[in-house]
């Protein structure tokens, strides 16, 4: 009986904590009624008097639909996830916490305009009041015990933050991994290994940079080295592969994206076209939040998507300007090697003489256990964040930890009424560094770099150095009016996906922060060029384009060495594949792995003494390396070679049978081992992941999915398109709009899975919000 009491208790509160879809609501702040529409998709159109009046009615929507989203987003800007989660959270806090992101962002608030902080206000007391309208606590708080917080001005700096960290990572690892790679091989090697391969590249302008040689016999031979360390560095990374299963498979992926767009003389109607498909991790609820805003007395009638916990339109269309954005991948982090000085272990050398570190304490809070105190310490150049691996401390420079790396210039996107006013607030704007693509209604197109970069000198950006001579380091920041930028590009069209973009000195002032291979990049630049009179069906085909063409290349190398490894069955899969990453394909998986196999193991076999000298560093692949693995496979060196093996065809061959032997034991039918089985999403709820039974009632159903790393169609089981549009600026009623889970945090919402199955299938739905099926009027509170 009192199991049933609970069970009832818990149903009435998970009713009562329904988001509000119609009727009247007074608000405090408000200065004139806002109406909230919202479609058959949950999609709503907030229409207002004053700016700030949407921007509150956005904070009480987004509140209301969002709010643990928001208050996760929020915590994972400030290092403040265990307060709420409890101590599984306290390393992932105590990464974060060392940034020290909730001070920046209290200063940068506080250094806004008066009209500036106005919106954000409003914002906040727009969340606040959503939040106190529903009938019970979200959800998630009744499961985890705890009361929601109230929203702060300053937390909606903490999600941009929260953003930095997604997109440009903690601790500049790759810069770390080439610090210790200069340091065990020699240069010839080293360049080999890091630089990208100017074959494959598909840069806007068409530069190319120079090819690295072959390191020669005579730089560097794997034949003179002891047998025993490959043995060692196989059997580490493949018991890692093992027991991490087919993830390890995986390239290191990181968030990327897809962008592009088609200027009007080459569209079928003359009028400009843009895609973006924002590739990043798959969660419920997803990670934008679909709206209309709309402010007459300012000109504003802006629609895409929204990031619950701030009040803009971060990417679509204004109806004169539309944009999207891929992450650059440029080089915003540099680590310093920390010169001691003469005064202990705080002690440390700059140009202008020793300095002591400025020491601070962090209380991370945890919920179930006790709070934890965390030393920072920072020096000038940013916080002491660990050490290069030869006992010198690195402190990381950063852009993120800069005066003036946030503004709110994306906010004035909304206003933009053309390419050059929007090239114009956009480019060098303080926010993570990214590609944007803009379109205008006049049928003009651009590629512009958003973020502020930094001014270097002196110091050698792409691995750990030390900053305490006179003239190295930063020097303030490129001024935004020579932020990198191509507009009008002769070609009438222009992409992005990750890789490098530009060449000369805008590659030099944005730099290489590991680029993603550009396999994506040139399939879709090929399929633009194919294109004479572009439609917004064809931005979707490119978008949901599963054609392998990168890996096409591979198959005839995987069937060669599945072959000479006595292995028919999977031979005949393989030469039988699709040519797509299709899910009933089971030779496009077998072509897929090998192609991953064979760069891992030469990734492991050319780092061989390096891994010796640091087996504790996490030695993932560089996405970029599969390019150097397969000028290594057509080139077959014999000095680079694995000793243990008499040649190039003996050693594919070992990896081919590696491939097939690694399979998991649900493949004993090679036939049957399609790629649909391994990736089959996996879009959870984070209360899911913690309580599984709850997994049919919050997750999004797990569909085998088409598209994988390499492929337009970005997919695996919990990274890939977080949307999908397509518009025409001024004919928005003509574009598309996709996202992998619905408007609605709450389970219990008709919106919770709205639009799921468009997303999955590559169903055009549209950009626009449709006819109201609910209104809510909001007016001010007398």
Same mark, same amino acid.
């Given at each position: ?103 920046? #962002? ?260 945890? #919920? ?333 159903? #797990? ?80």
């Amino acid at each position: 009986m009192l199991l049933l009491v609970a069970l009832l208790a818990v149903w009435l509160a998970l009713r009562a904590s329904q988001p509000q879809l119609e009727g009247e609501v007074a608000l405090a702040g408000l200065t004139a009624p806002v109406t909230v529409a919202r479609d058959a998709l949950g999609v709503p159109e907030i229409r207002g008097a004053t700016r700030e009046d949407v921007a509150l009615a956005t904070g009480f929507v987004h509140a209301q639909e969002r709010f643990f989203q928001m208050d996760l987003l929020r915590r994972a800007g400030a290092g403040e996830l265990a307060a709420l989660l409890g101590p599984a959270l306290l390393d992932t806090d105590r990464r974060i916490r060392v940034h020290q992101f909730r001070k920046r #962002a209290t200063a940068a608030m506080a250094a806004l305009t008066p009209p500036e902080r106005a919106l954000f206000e409003a914002y906040a007391a727009g969340v606040n009041a959503g939040l106190e309208r529903l009938g019970a606590r979200p959800f998630e708080y009744l499961l985890l015990r705890q009361q929601p917080r109230p929203w702060g001005v300053e937390d909606s700096l903490l999600v941009i933050c929260a953003m930095w960290i997604d997109l440009q990572g903690l601790d500049a690892r790759h810069e770390q991994r080439r610090g210790r790679l200069a340091a065990a091989l020699p240069a010839p090697l080293y360049r080999f290994l890091t630089e990208p391969d100017p074959s494959w590249e598909a840069p806007l302008d068409g530069s190319r940079l120079p090819e690295m040689p072959l390191p020669g016999e005579d730089e560097y031979d794997l034949r003179r080295l002891d047998r025993a360390l490959f043995e060692k560095s196989d059997r580490e990374a493949r018991q890692g592969r093992r027991t991490a299963g087919l993830v390890r498979d995986e390239p290191d992926i990181a968030p990327g994206s897809n962008n592009w767009a088609v200027a009007g003389a080459r569209s079928a109607d003359g009028a400009a076209l843009l895609a973006n498909d924002m590739h990043l991790g798959l969660n419920v609820p997803n990670i934008w939040y679909r709206a209309r805003l709309a402010v007459e007395s300012a000109g504003i009638d802006a629609t895409g998507v929204t990031l619950p916990g701030g009040p803009a339109i971060v990417a679509g269309s204004n109806g004169s300007v539309a944009w999207g954005f891929t992450n650059s991948y440029g080089d915003f982090q540099d680590l310093v090697v920390v010169a001691p000085g003469p005064q202990g272990r705080d002690s440390y050398l700059t140009a202008d003489g020793p300095r002591t570190m400025d020491i601070e304490t962090e209380t991370i809070e945890v #919920a179930g256990g006790a709070a934890e105190a965390l030393v920072v310490r920072s020096t000038i150049w940013g916080p002491v964040i660990g050490e290069d691996g030869e006992g010198h401390e690195l402190a990381l420079a950063w852009t993120a930890h800069r005066e003036g790396a946030n503004d709110l210039n994306l906010l004035r996107l909304e206003t933009a009424r053309d390419l050059d006013e929007a090239a114009a607030i956009i480019g060098g704007a303080g926010m993570p560094a990214q590609n944007v693509l803009i379109a205008d209604r006049t049928g003009r197109i651009g590629w512009v770099l958003s973020g502020k970069l930094p001014r270097r000198k002196g110091s050698e950006a792409t691995r750990p150095t030390a900053w305490h001579e006179n003239g190295a380091g930063w020097d303030g920041w490129v001024p935004a009016a020579e932020s990198p930028r191509l507009l009008d590009p002769p070609l009438g069209y222009a992409w992005s996906a990750n890789a490098r973009v530009m060449g000369g000195d805008a590659f030099a002032a944005i730099g290489d922060g590991d680029y993603a291979p550009a396999a994506r990049a040139r399939q879709i630049r090929d399929r633009l060029a194919a294109l004479p009179a572009a439609s917004p069906a064809d931005l979707l085909a490119i978008q949901t384009d599963d054609r392998a063409d990168y890996l096409a290349n591979w198959q005839p190398l995987a069937l060669a060495a599945l072959r000479r490894a006595g292995l028919e069955q999977a031979a005949a899969l393989a030469s039988g594949w699709s040519g797509r990453a299709i899910v009933d394909d089971a030779g496009y998986r077998l072509v897929r792995q090998f192609e991953r196999r064979v760069a891992d193991r030469a990734f492991t076999m050319l780092t061989v003494e390096a891994r010796a000298r640091w087996p504790d560093f996490r030695w993932r692949t560089p996405q970029r390396f599969t390019e150097v693995a397969w000028r290594l496979v057509q080139a077959r060196p014999a000095h680079l070679l694995d000793p243990r093996f008499a040649d190039w065809d003996a050693w594919l061959a070992d990896v081919a049978r590696e491939v097939v032997e690694d399979l998991p034991k649900e493949c004993a039918d090679l036939a049957g081992c399609r790629w649909g089985e391994v990736n089959r999403a996996r879009i959870r709820h984070p209360i899911s992941e913690a309580v599984p039974f709850l997994s049919r009632f919050l997750d999004m159903p #797990a569909d085998a999915l088409p598209g994988d790393w390499s492929t337009p169609r970005v997919q695996s089981s919990r990274f890939g398109a977080s949307e999908r549009f397509g518009v025409s600026p001024g004919r928005e009623a003509e574009g598309f709009f996709h996202m992998p889970g619905g408007q609605s945090g709450h389970p219990l919402s008709p919106f919770y899975r709205a639009g799921h199955e468009a997303w999955v299938r590559g169903e055009a739905t549209p950009f626009l919000p449709g006819q109201p099926e609910h209104v809510m009027l909001l007016t001010p509170r007398s």
